[in-house]
């Protein structure tokens, strides 16, 4: 607990930086989690919200041909150091639309993902791939303008992609923590700095190969992150490698899958994704 607070007094000196920065709610793209932000580059890494700053900062198309709306989802896609944990989908103004998370088939174990969650990822070549918009996938092809970047920032909700048609199979994500509640989403653990984890209908009897593989997380009864996860062990330095004793920060006590400690054993990978700017304020 010290070791949070005094990351928090720490962040408190870099205060300045986001007084100045735009007021949208959702002001940031950051991926992974971890404890020692002031000293891993990996930790909350801001990633590029506007195709312009993506190829100035090393990423490039991965788009593999298709145009935008080409294939079984929207938008320009971006890898960097070809690393498939974190891909970025612009929208056709080259405003940030979504983001992808690929795991290549020949990396994971045989039966992952599970039948019961494959609808939440797509094949595409040697991934399967996962993706989350942050505009309604039908609009990414025409794309933002300059004014609505700047009013709602990374976007205006979270859409689910759980089908291979962008346009109608998504789940749009409540903002507000309240209507969460009233869904399958299963209340979860709270963590400081990464948040209040809410899950896709989980239990303490439940079977791991329905673990869904995307997770969210409200801080002040808002939507301001979320994740993905898989049961396997998957290899990038953007992974998070949950250990036995984070289970708490996962799941409420009595919620806890029975099964998940096996999950952890045999492998799994996890990435926290924040759509602001400021985790390490994440007091749930
Ligand atoms: C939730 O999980 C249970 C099994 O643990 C299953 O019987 C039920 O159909 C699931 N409900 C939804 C809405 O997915």
């Given at each position: ?49 506007t195709e312009s700053?993506a190829l ?20 320009s896609?971006y ?11 612009f929208?056709?103004?080259g ?190």
């Amino acid at each position: 607990m010290k070791t949070f607070v005094a990351l928090a007094l720490l962040s408190l000196v870099c205060v300045e930086g986001w007084l100045f920065n735009d007021d949208a709610e959702w002001n940031d793209l950051k991926v992974t989690w971890g404890l020692n932000q002031l000293f891993s580059s990996t930790v909350f890494d801001s990633l590029p919200r506007t195709e312009s700053d993506a190829l100035a900062d090393g990423w490039v198309d991965f788009s593999r041909g298709a145009s935008c709306d080409g294939d079984y989802y929207r938008g320009s896609r971006y890898i960097k150091d070809n690393d498939p944990a974190v891909m970025l989908l612009f929208d056709d103004n080259g405003f940030i639309a979504g983001i992808q998370m690929g795991a290549r088939i020949t990396e994971l174990p045989a039966g992952i993902p599970a039948a019961q969650v494959m609808n939440m990822w797509n094949y595409d070549g040697d991934m399967v791939v996962i993706t989350a918009y942050f505009q309604e996938p039908a609009s990414v092809c025409t794309g933002r303008s300059d004014a609505h970047f700047t009013l709602h920032g990374t976007g205006v909700g979270l859409y689910l992609q759980n089908g291979p048609t962008p346009e109608t199979d998504y789940e749009l994500i409540p903002r507000d923590e309240v209507d969460i509640g009233a869904t399958a989403w299963t209340k979860g653990g709270c963590f400081y700095t990464m948040g209040q984890h809410y899950w896709y209908n989980t239990s303490a009897s439940m079977d791991c190969d329905d673990f869904f593989p995307v997770f969210l997380l409200y801080n002040s009864g808002r939507l301001n992150g979320f994740g993905f996860d898989i049961n396997a062990d998957l290899n990038s330095p953007r992974y998070e490698k949950p250990a036995l004793e984070s289970l708490s920060a996962f799941f409420q006590d009595q919620d806890t899958p029975a099964c998940f400690a096996q999950s952890i054993q045999k492998g799994l990978t996890t990435i926290h994704i924040y759509m602001d700017d400021s985790p390490s304020f994440n007091f749930c």
